[in-house]
């Protein structure tokens, strides 16, 4: 069975940092490109950034651009989001979502999502 | 940055057939991708490259694209495909990803 698991969400204050973690397994995540995608509270879906199988190919929206750093861990299976200087437009559940193509927009699978709260 | 325009909302009587529209600048050279997306779920695909249907989603769920349009046809619509419906798609670099800013339908 496949799963993605998120954790690291919580609630940090205007210009501080977390760091997202999304464990995968039931397939070969070595394979497959991996995304981000949020959803602010009551807003729709937003395409956050994106890794290349190897990590070496890394896309972000332009609102993250300078501040968010995609990165994965293939030995462990795991693709995480560091996230720095978070502005309260940040607020959102934060989604894992395996691409079952090569950069596409098919995603198959889906974390259950993580909330980051921005505020003071 | 680059745009996908879908209508906010979209109503439809049981059975009846909902069609929801996006429109894009560069539909014409990359695939269209629709999600659904029910309250407090995570999305799930509905249509993909334009109008392939992945396994286990309803029949009465297709996908077409013509020009800068792509449209998702829910035919003989059920109560239980009440959802935001999210059209997805990315520029001519095929870098950069952009969900439109969803269309709610209801069945009633």
């Known amino acids: 069975e496949v799963q993605l698991v998120e954790s690291g969400g919580g609630l940090v204050q205007p210009g501080g940092s977390l760091r997202l973690s999304c464990e995968a397994s039931g397939f070969t995540f070595s394979s497959s490109w991996m995304n981000w995608v949020r959803q602010a509270p009551g807003k729709g879906l937003e395409w956050v950034a994106n890794?290349?199988?190897?990590?070496?190919?890394?896309y972000y929206v332009d609102s993250v651009k300078g501040r968010f750093t995609i990165s994965r861990d293939n030995a462990k299976n795991s693709l995480y989001l560091q996230m720095n200087n978070l502005r309260a437009e940040d607020t959102a559940i934060y989604y894992c979502?395996?691409?079952?193509?090569?950069?596409?927009?098919?995603?198959?699978?889906w974390g259950q999502g993580t909330l980051v709260t921005v505020s003071s | 940055s680059y745009e996908v325009t879908q209508p906010p909302s979209v109503s439809v009587s049981p059975g009846q057939t909902a069609r929801i529209t996006c429109s894009g600048d560069a539909l014409p050279r990359k695939y269209a991708y629709w999600y659904q997306q029910k309250s407090g779920q995570a999305p799930v695909l509905v249509i993909y490259?334009?109008?392939k249907r992945p396994s286990g989603i309803p029949e009465r769920f297709s996908g077409s694209s013509s020009g800068t349009m792509a449209t998702l046809t829910i035919s003989g619509a059920q109560v239980e495909d009440e959802a935001d419906y999210y059209c997805?798609?990315?520029?001519?670099?095929?870098?950069?990803?952009?969900f439109g800013g969803g269309t709610k339908v209801t069945v009633l």
């Open positions: 997805y798609s990315t520029d001519t670099s095929g870098n950069y990803w952009v």
């Open positions: 979502a395996r691409d079952f193509g090569e950069q596409s927009g098919t995603y198959d699978y």
């Open positions: 890794i290349k199988q190897d990590g070496s190919e890394k």
């Open positions: 490259e334009d109008s």
